[in-house]
């Protein structure tokens, strides 16, 4: 069982920067990938930024080139560096780890609960 608490959401002026941090209960090396996901007041769940075991990332459409996802292994916490914030990046962002399970394969997703960024213009 993974726990996942994420930090760093507030209010910002469009324009600004956050760091979102999300701080995992057992060494991130152990899990299989990680991302960012966000979502606002009736629109689903999108990704925004994820990273896998080995270090390759990816990102949404709408965030690439202002957003950045890091972690750091000996902290046993993910980053989401954000830069040039929109009033559309206003949103719920969620941490998200997923563990695959051996033999089966099975994939276990894991939550935070989650941290409110709010942009104003």
């Known amino acids: 069982q993974v726990q996942l608490v994420e930090s760093g959401g507030g209010l910002v002026q469009s324009g600004g920067s956050l760091r979102l941090s999300c701080a995992a209960s057992?060494?991130?090396?152990?899990?299989?990938?990680m991302g960012w996901y966000r979502q606002a007041p009736g629109k689903q769940r999108e990704l925004v930024a994820g990273i896998i075991s080995g270090g390759t990332t990816n990102y949404g459409d709408s965030v690439k080139g202002r957003f950045t996802i890091s972690r750091d292994m000996a902290k046993n916490t993910m980053y989401l560096q954000m830069n040039s914030l929109k009033p559309e990046d206003t949103a719920v962002y969620y941490c998200?780890?997923?563990?695959?399970?051996?033999?089966?394969?099975?994939?276990?997703?894991?939550w935070g609960q989650g941290t409110q960024v709010t942009v104003s213009s």
């Open positions: 998200n780890a997923i563990v695959v399970v051996v033999p089966s394969l099975r994939r276990v997703n894991y």
């Open positions: 057992e060494s991130i090396s152990s899990i299989n990938a």
